[in-house]
């Protein structure tokens, strides 16, 4: 699939479940092979999916961890969201003021103080777990985050000296709710990564197509911003095509962080690939 890019966006642990299905979908409708694209971008829950595809790990196993004695998986406290730190950071990422450097500014130092359901260092223990290595694959796979003191978004790659586990434990790091990730002096978290971040790299690179697989998410600004670069790609001549999720994945509900819809996510997920593979088929050939 050359200059073809893999797009996986943010979405929770529901998210991870449904974007493996997705994956697993086209997989047995078309063939579909995710480590053959030219870049693999992951965003939060795409960055871990992500990871796994450039490892040529097979999404049909996205729920192996879950059910085992030890896993890194396990149920956590579902975020409040009616008091708290991350209460406090959802209502500034909500506000008109969301985008501002003074904003995350704000959220950075909540989130840097917040106490979190675990700690940074078990944190990125659950991802080394996960992921497996920190070895970066061979694929051109790049994980986004946030560095705390900017609000600037960041592209992990493996040139930058950073382990792959950390790389990503610091994408999928939600502020007030997971610890804040540090490397190399700056801390890293999963926050706003600016409009049109993806048509950046997908320029960059000269990519003649694109599919985006993220979740339609509570915060309807996020998805108006993937919905608006999605387009912003598609007026470059780039071909793409996007796979939001079906009303399947609606029915679950908002809270991306409930661990026990996973199962239904994954099947929701299997359910959306296999009716898009034609799309997805035409837009690879």
């Not at 998986?73 to 406090?88: H, N, Q, S, V, W």
């Not at 991802?127 to 070895?135: K, L």
């Not at 993806?198 to 697989?213: N, P, Q, R, W």
């Not at 998410?217 to 071909?239: F, K, N, S, W, Y």
Request: proline share 6%; hydrophobic share 45%.
């Amino acid at each position: 699939m050359a200059g073809f890019g893999l797009l996986l966006g943010g979405g929770g642990a529901v998210g991870i479940a449904w974007e493996n299905g997705v994956l697993a979908g086209l997989m047995d409708a078309i063939g579909f092979e995710p480590a053959s694209s030219t870049v693999i971008v992951g965003t939060s829950a795409g960055s871990a999916v992500g990871a796994d595809m450039a490892l040529g790990k097979d999404p049909h196993d996205a729920l192996a961890l879950d059910t085992g004695p030890g896993s890194p998986r396990r149920d956590r406290p579902p975020p409040d969201l009616t008091k708290g730190p991350f209460a406090e950071i959802m209502a500034l990422m909500l506000s008109a003021e969301a985008g501002k450097p003074e904003t995350v500014a704000k959220i950075a130092a909540i989130a840097r103080e917040a106490e979190t359901v675990v700690s940074e260092e078990r944190f990125v223990a659950m991802f080394e777990r996960t992921v497996g290595t920190n070895d970066w694959p061979d694929v051109d796979f790049r994980p986004t985050t946030t560095a705390c003191s900017t609000g600037a978004p960041k592209f992990w790659r493996s040139a930058d000296g950073i382990g792959l586990a950390r790389a990503v434990a610091s994408s999928c790091a939600i502020p007030g709710y997971f610890p804040v990730v540090s490397h190399a002096g700056e801390h890293y978290m999963d926050a706003a990564r600016g409009p049109r971040y993806h048509t950046t790299i997908v320029g960059d690179l000269g990519l003649e197509s694109a599919l985006f697989v993220g979740p339609r998410l509570a915060i309807p600004r996020v998805t108006e911003m993937i919905v608006d670069d999605m387009q912003a790609l598609a007026d470059t001549g780039v071909r793409v095509h996007s796979i939001l999720g079906s009303e399947r994945l609606s029915k679950l509900g908002v809270n991306l962080m409930d661990f026990s819809k996973r199962p239904a996510a994954f099947e929701a997920g299997l359910a959306d690939g296999r009716e898009h593979a034609d799309a997805v088929a035409a837009l690879i050939r």
